[in-house]
């Protein structure tokens, strides 16, 4: 049976076959130029990957009808390594704490899967995301030049982040 968040409650699930086309639609939302589908399930058939969506339960409607997906991450985990390869919350759910859930539950899952560190990159220009990752416990360890390349042809510096994989707090719901 699976567990319901309550209203306002943040739930974290892992992304199953029958996702992808919802976790492409988040992505979509979240980034100018969004994963496609295939994209996404060329990712997640690598060893070591996984995604888990946030959802959160919209007042005013039926438990099953107020389930909303609002926000995904996707990781990899490779030996003792893992990667933040992508993270997002649609815009009306942000600042409530639905990207920290889920970095919180990524990183305990990789760690679960025997990773000891997480890497990521982030936008130098992306400072809300740079937040939340400190906040986090990841510290700035290098920069990538010219590593994104905008939709408008602009090219976009990078910082790696890293952090290390102890005591995680799991929020990851049964179904
Ligand atoms: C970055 C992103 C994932 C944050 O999602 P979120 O659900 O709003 O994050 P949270 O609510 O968990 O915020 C956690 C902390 O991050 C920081 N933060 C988040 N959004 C912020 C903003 N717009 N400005 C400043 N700090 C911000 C805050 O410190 C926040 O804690 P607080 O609300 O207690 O102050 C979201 O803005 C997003 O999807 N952006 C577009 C996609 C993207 O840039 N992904 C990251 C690519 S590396």
Redesign the pocket.
Known sequence: MMALPRPGQIAVKNIGPFDLGRLARLHRG??EDGWSRSDIAHLLSLPGSFGLIARCYERGLSAIDGLRGV?FAICRVVRDESELL????LQP?????????LLEAAMARAHAAGAETMF????VD????Q??YE?HRFQRVGTRLDYYHRPDGRKISAYTMKASLYEPRSTVTSD
């Open positions: 979240c980034f926000g992508s993270i997002g919350v759910w942000r600042q409530r704490g639905v990207a920290g859930t990521l990159e982030v936008a992306n400072v809300p995301a937040t939340l906040m």
